[in-house]
């Protein structure tokens, strides 16, 4: 199995930045397309962020667009999630996933992933 970890969560207040970083370890990581999901208190989980394997073209909510940008090391088997501008609404638990099923092409759904993280928090106070 992939394994994914994802770090930097903390608590910030609105209006500052926050860095998340993912490493993943297992398979060919350059061939796998990620994305970022996060996920309140009593809701579902719900899209973030993602970017294609091949030409790392990259897709966002229309709630994040602007604010936060993903980006890539293959190098580093890493992937990252800078956030700026950060409101108390993008409180959450932030995962990361990998996907095989999506053969290098990018998704925004729950089921495009079979790899997981185990999340960090991130919590904006106002």
């Known amino acids: 199995q992939v394994q994914l970890v994802e770090s930097g969560g903390r608590l910030v207040q609105a209006g500052d930045s926050l860095r998340l970083s993912c490493a993943a370890s297992?398979?060919?990581?350059?061939?796998?397309?990620m994305g970022w999901f996060r996920q309140a208190p009593g809701k579902e989980r719900e899209f973030v962020a993602t970017?294609?394997?091949?030409?790392?073209?990259?897709y966002y909510s229309d709630s994040v667009k602007g604010r936060f940008t993903i980006s890539r090391d293959n190098a580093k088997n890493s992937v990252y999630l800078q956030m700026n501008s950060l409101k108390p609404e993008d409180t959450a638990v932030y995962y990361c996933a990998a996907s095989n099923r999506l053969r290098g092409r990018a998704g925004a759904s729950l089921m495009d992933y079979e790899y997981w993280g185990q999340g960090t928090q991130v919590t904006v106070s106002s």
């Open positions: 297992g398979r060919t990581f350059s061939n796998y397309p």
């Open positions: 970017m294609t394997s091949s030409d790392s073209k990259t």
